[in-house]
């Protein structure tokens, strides 16, 4: 195909306005997919994410269209992971991209969500396509929707496309303006092969399969690649387009999409960002925009069972070999053994890998409470990240602690601007801005430490704002704060793994709700257990957990021997997911109690 007839696209949508079953319905159109073999959802496909609802990963698709001027276009729709935690996963597959559809629920309006990929795709100088998807809805409004993205967007809305992915109507029209509005790639054929990774899977036959848009230049069956950032040398085996499933071709030119199969170990080695050249003929320079995956957020991850530890050591390799952004190492707990520490780009990011090892590894997994990284700098002038609370200075060795903050904008009906400012105060946010949008609608900035978000910050704003706001954050510095240490103690014993780091005002209400949290979840033993919470040396909360009674066998006396085993597996049931803490056995439950705090 020449240059000319290519367009490359994606879909900017906040979740559940219809980006998948808008695909589905242009793959459909486009002939791409048959009817009868469309699994719905087509795009996401790993199960998870059906499950979820949500993208995760992205992936491509080429459709042949043929336009109402009579020629044949190639459309590729690349498509792109709906959360804050994989911004920057969003930002490489729109720079692989001319142009974007911006679709927009009519009956909702614009979300923080999709401002924040809308502002990506104006930085990569995409075309944006408004599009008015669910107007079948009765509850549609598109005027006050299209008056919403004019005002918050400053995008023209004139011609915006009045569209039903359910119902399959303003298809024709999308299509159509995606051959009128976005613009061809520019045609550097005959340039250097710089191609740019947007995605990548491990695969256990083939090795990593790479997704990638060629930028400029050409790509041949055959050809030796190099990575630039990886510094990387592979042989193809072979290179393909995705119609959405994979077909071999024997050569892909700049403008456009494909993949390549090349006997890669693992997708660190060919990241997303990275640049693809020829090993003879290399590109000076590569394409601009690639970073190394930063975690933001760690917790440890220890097996319920220790006999586990090496399955679960298996298991984080072999998730990284898909997961270039998860990173580990092991952990020793005086309290909970030995386990791995985990850093994920955020909390989504963690629960997922969580899932999957419990799932598809069939671990048992106690996680403990997730933590950001703290830049302290001790007394000696020395700078270190402290990404486990365990390992922080004491205090008398400190000169100062520096916190993550990130920048939160939150967008919400107009009556519960009242409930979401308290929140952003309640942790320890900055007011920075609050603008009224259209019709009751207020757009909501504040400046927040990370580790008040990474808890359950998303939650309550949703349960705040009965699921009408939505929100998108960005990390923005670090900020010095009198923070301190507050442990844990279990029958006397501290639990190192309980261990936080809090602000010195929060220090007193987050150690009392902590042991009243422990009191509740910790079942009763034949002992007494006290529970505590301290700074150093200096308790500041303490309760205790009174002695069982009774013993529950007691009740069936002798005999019926069914009746005892069926209490003894009612219980053993109950045990599961306890961790034994010396004698006090603790529910996964108490470990994630933080979380739940406030
Ligand atoms: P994520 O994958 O989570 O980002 O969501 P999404 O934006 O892909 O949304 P999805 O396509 O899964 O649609 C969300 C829900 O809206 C589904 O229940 C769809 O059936 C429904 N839906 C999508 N388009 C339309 C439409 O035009 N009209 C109506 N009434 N419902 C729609």
């Not at 509005?181 to 710089?194: A, F, G």
């Not at 899977?201 to 930028?215: K, L, Q, T």
């Not at 999409?257 to 693809?276: C, L, M, P, Q, S």
């Not at 430490?449 to 704003?461: I, K, N």
């Amino acid at each position: 195909v020449p240059v000319s007839r290519i367009r490359n696209f994606s879909i900017i949508a906040h979740i559940d306005h219809g980006k998948s079953t808008l695909a589905d319905r242009l793959l459909q159109d486009t002939g791409t997919v048959a009817q009868r073999e469309m699994k719905e959802q087509f795009l996401d496909s790993m199960d998870l994410e059906r499950e979820r609802g949500i993208t995760i990963k992205l992936q491509a698709a080429r459709m042949d269209y043929t336009a109402k001027d009579g020629n044949q276009y190639v459309l590729n729709l690349i498509d792109t992971p709906g959360h804050v935690d994989f911004s920057y996963e969003v930002s490489r597959s729109l720079a692989a991209c001319e142009g974007a559809l911006l679709v927009v629920d009519a009956s909702q309006g614009v979300e923080a969500q999709t401002l924040a990929n809308v502002y990506l795709a104006l930085e990569n100088n995409l075309e944006i396509i408004p599009v008015l998807n669910k107007i079948d809805l009765p509850g549609a409004e598109p005027d006050r929707v299209k008056e919403e993205i004019e005002e918050i967007i400053g995008l023209d809305c004139s011609d915006a496309i009045l569209a039903s992915a359910k119902e399959g109507i303003g298809i024709n029209e999308i299509l159509e303006s995606i051959v009128k509005l976005v613009p061809p790639p520019e045609d550097t054929v005959s340039q250097k092969l710089r191609a740019l990774i947007f995605d990548s899977y491990y695969d256990s036959y083939r090795g990593v399969i790479v997704y990638f848009r060629v930028m400029d230049g050409t790509l041949k069956k055959g050809d030796r690649i190099r990575l630039m950032a990886s510094k990387k040398e592979y042989e193809i085996d072979e290179i393909g387009i995705l119609c959405p499933t994979q077909k071999p071709v024997d050569e892909l030119h700049a403008g456009e999409v494909g993949y390549v199969a090349a006997a890669i170990k693992a997708v660190e080695d060919a990241r997303v960002g990275d640049t693809i050249t020829l090993a003879k003929d290399a590109a000076e320079e590569p394409l601009p925009g690639y970073k190394e995956a930063k975690p933001m957020v760690f917790c440890g991850l220890f097996p319920t069972d220790s006999d586990q530890f090496p399955d679960l050591r298996e298991a984080l390799d072999k998730l990284k070999l898909n997961d270039s952004a998860l990173s580990y190492e092991p952990e020793t707990s005086t309290a909970m053994g030995f386990g791995f520490r985990c850093g994920f780009l955020g909390l989504l990011h963690m629960e997922i890998v969580q899932e999957r090892l419990e799932r598809e590894y069939n671990l048992d997994l106690i996680v403990t409470s997730p933590s950001v990284v703290y830049q302290v700098t001790t007394l000696k002038g020395e700078v270190l990240m402290i990404d486990n609370p365990t390992n922080l200075p004491e205090p008398n060795l400190r000169e100062k602690i520096e916190e993550p903050y990130v920048r939160v904008e939150m967008i919400t009906p107009e009556e519960y601007v009242g409930t979401l400012m308290d929140l952003g105060q309640t942790r320890r946010g900055d007011f920075k801005d609050m603008k009224y949008l259209t019709l009751g609608r207020t757009t909501l900035v504040y400046e927040v430490p990370l580790a008040e978000v990474v808890t359950d910050f998303f939650d309550q704003m949703k349960s705040r704002s009965r699921g009408y706001a939505s929100m998108e954050y960005h990390l923005i510095g670090y900020r010095a704060n009198p923070l301190v240490k507050l442990d844990l103690m279990i029958n006397a014993d501290p639990v190192d793994s309980l261990s936080m780091i809090v602000h010195r005002d929060k220090a007193y209400g987050v150690g009392r709700s902590m042991v009243e949290k422990l009191k509740e979840l910790i079942p009763r033993h034949q002992f007494k257990v006290p529970l505590q919470a301290a700074i150093g040396s200096k308790i500041i909360a303490s309760e205790h957990i009174p002695a069982l009674r009774k013993d529950v066998l007691a009740k069936c006396y002798g005999g019926d021997i069914s009746r005892k085993k069926k209490l003894l597996a009612k219980q053993a049931k109950g045990k599961k997911r306890m961790k034994s803490l010396g004698s006090v056995d603790v529910p996964q439950e108490a470990f994630m109690a933080v979380l739940r705090l406030n």
